[in-house]
Every structure is written in C-alpha cells, then in structure tokens.
C-alpha cells in the first residue's frame, strides 16, 4: 500500500488558510476600509501638526470627526458605511465631538 502525501492528509495547514483568508479578504476593499484609512492618515496629519503647533493639530483633529459627520450626511451610495443605526444621532456625535475637541484645544493653555 502506497503511503499518502502528507498534505493529502490533513488538508491545508493554519497559516496557509489564513493567508487565504486576508488575500480574499482584502483583494477588493470595501468603502469601510477606505473609511478607516482616511481616518488613521487624519490622525496621523493631526499629530505632525502639533509637533507645530498645538491649537492647529487640535483643529486638524476635528476635521476627523467633522469629516465622518459630513460623510454620514451625504445621499445613499456613501452612506452604506453605517448600518442599523440612527443617521441624525451619528451626525450630531460627529460635529459635537468636532467642536468639543476645538472648545478643549482652546481652553487648555499651551505650556511653553
């Protein structure tokens, strides 16, 4: 009797299926995922701001959740982002953080 090949055997091994698993699952990004990024780059930009200036990387860090606000406000193609969940309470998180984020920059003094 003829012994198997080893991979006839058991099958795939862990990594392998996992490799598998992000190579199809990140092949064709979705919206959400370009989501994420643009919010992790604004972040990013926030923090190289305040290497310059603190008030102007809290500004810049507002943009971000301003910027989730908008884009839940805009018509459906760019909406589908968000599910089962309220669109008005989403957009008033958004812009209340923005603004709770720009009235702290200010009211917190710059040490020097």
Known sequence: MKA??????????P?????????????????????LLGCLL???IAAACTLIDFHLGAIVL????????????????WAEVWTNRSKTVDIATGLIFA???VALAFVVPESR
Do not use: C, F, S
């Open 15 to 35: 990594i392998a299926k996992r490799w598998i698993y992000w190579k199809r699952r990140y092949a064709n990004p979705v919206l959400r995922d370009w989501v």
């Open 4 to 13: 198997h090949p080893r991979h006839a055997r058991r099958g795939r091994g």
């Open 99 to 101: 603004v709770v984020l």
């Open 62 to 77: 507002a943009v971000v959740p301003a910027g989730l606000a908008m884009m839940r406000a805009m018509p459906e193609p």
């Open 42 to 44: 604004g972040i990013l």
